[in-house]
């Protein structure tokens, strides 16, 4: 990530110099500066430095900022690109599909390209960007960051068949066949169901569906009240987007405040906004109205037990103990998984999909040499470096396989 390199080189007054750096392998630092979970921080020898009580004590570096601050200096995707002006290679007539327009399977498109590969991006959305683009909100990470970047991507050479879903519109076979390599970037597009009474009734929306719906620029009408199930960041993202639109919105959570997997900085903010978090809540039931629309939702309250295994203490339905919310929708943000429909039945004993995610080695190769993934789809982090780290490592990778060359 050249961490040091970049800092230096902003705290010596040179912001082009920073961003030609973060670019050498990382293609979104504008998205990073904005939205990047920030692992490098925890684990930043300033955060460990120093006792806690110790006044004097600044805490980890503020990375994800200084990221922010370089690339904002760069306000456009023409500044950029004389900025970092990379060199971009001859073609070498090899021919790679990607799968998903999502962060990873554009940082594979964007440093293929680069090094004189002939790249097409397969996208069901008619835009790029994947969760970045149809589920952070546009407050949080703005549509024209996401396209400025993709323009930058087009210009190299990339092309991109947007509206065209694999396994629909195109087989995934048809690309195995005519292409060199094919990564696959398909995320975790498939929210999880909250397995409860009443939550396909009109009212009731996973969050991710109902991001995508006011990220694509249409508008959904939540009513007066709402609920939000679940404690990270999609349901924060459901909780504050709801919250704008003028409703009176709770997060019911199964655990306590402190084990929320969302961003401490994004639980402030939402809580600043006015929303309410109810902690240790289990929902039992959707109750509709007369015309069978969401009216309320009951739960019960849960004690958090120690967990004999020495994991994170567990939250238990206390008996008796129901309530009910009056709300005119539910969201549903428990979580995601990946749709690998589209994988024909004789490529599976091959690309294999182990607990919900598509198995790959170390270089993001799937049990199929030509094919290889990365993203959500494969890893457990879920966030947007992650899935660039895993299209950065694809593209060594895809490197080695079709010119030989060491990684
Ligand atoms: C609401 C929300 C908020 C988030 N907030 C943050 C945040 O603040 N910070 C952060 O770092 N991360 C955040 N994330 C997570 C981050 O967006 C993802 O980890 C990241 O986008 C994963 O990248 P990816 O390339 O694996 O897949 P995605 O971004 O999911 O992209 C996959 C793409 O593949 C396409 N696709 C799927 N199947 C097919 C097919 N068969 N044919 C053609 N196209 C297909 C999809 O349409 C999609 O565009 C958030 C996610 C959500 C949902
Ligand atoms: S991309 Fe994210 S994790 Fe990486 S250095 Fe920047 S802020 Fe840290």
């Not at 760069?74 to 999502?102: F, L, R």
């Not at 009474?197 to 694509?216: D, R, T």
Request: charged share 30%; hydrophobic share 35%.
């Amino acid at each position: 990530m050249h961490i040091p390199e970049y800092i230096n080189a902003i705290a010596a007054g040179d912001d082009e110099e920073a961003v030609r750096i973060i670019y050498d392998n990382n293609p979104f630092p504008e998205m990073c500066g904005k939205v990047c979970t920030r692992r490098c921080e925890t684990v930043c020898v300033m955060t460990h430095r120093g006792a806690e009580d110790d006044p004097n004590d600044k805490g980890a570096i503020a990375i994800r900022w200084l990221k922010r601050y370089a690339t904002e200096t760069a306000e456009n995707a023409d500044i950029i690109k004389e900025i970092i002006n990379p060199d971009i290679q001859e073609p070498n007539g090899y021919k790679v599909a990607i799968i998903g327009a999502g962060p990873s399977g554009l940082t594979v498109a964007y440093y293929l390209a680069l090094k004189g590969f002939d790249c097409t991006i397969y996208e069901s959305h008619p835009k790029a960007g994947g969760m970045t683009m149809y589920g952070i909100p546009k407050y949080r990470f703005p549509e024209d960051s996401v396209d400025k970047q993709v323009e930058y991507i087009k210009s190299i050479g990339v092309k991109f068949k947007f509206n065209t879903t694999v396994g629909k519109d195109v087989t995934f076979k048809s690309l195995y066949d005519n292409f060199d390599a094919v990564f696959v970037g398909v995320g975790f597009q498939k929210a999880w169901t909250l397995g409860i009474e009443n939550e396909n009734a009109p009212g009731s929306i996973p969050a991710v569906e109902y991001l995508n719906i006011i990220n694509s620029g249409d508008s959904y009408d939540v009513g007066k009240k709402v609920a939000v199930i679940g404690g990270g960041n999609v349901a924060i993202d459901g909780a504050r987007v709801s919250a704008r639109y003028g409703a009176d919105v709770t997060i019911l959570y199964r655990r306590r405040v402190v084990d929320m997997p969302a961003d401490w900085e994004e639980i402030e903010a939402a809580e600043h906004e006015g929303v309410h978090i109810e902690p240790q809540t289990i929902p039992t039931r959707i109750i509709l109205n007369d015309k069978g629309r969401v009216k309320g939702i009951e739960f019960l309250r849960a004690e958090m037990v120690p967990d004999d295994k020495g994991g994170r203490p567990r939250p238990v339905a206390i008996e008796g103990s129901e309530e009910i919310l009056e709300v005119d929708t539910v969201i549903g943000a428990i979580g995601q998984e990946g749709d690998y429909t589209f994988l024909p039945e004789d490529f599976k004993d091959k690309i294999v999909v182990e607990r919900g995610r598509i198995k790959v080695n170390e270089y993001q190769q799937t049990g199929d040499p030509k094919v290889f993934a990365g993203g959500d789809a494969v890893n457990r982090r879920a966030d947007a470096i992650s899935a660039i780290a895993d299209g950065y490592r694809a593209v060594k990778a895809i490197e080695k396989f079709l010119l030989h060359k060491e990684i």
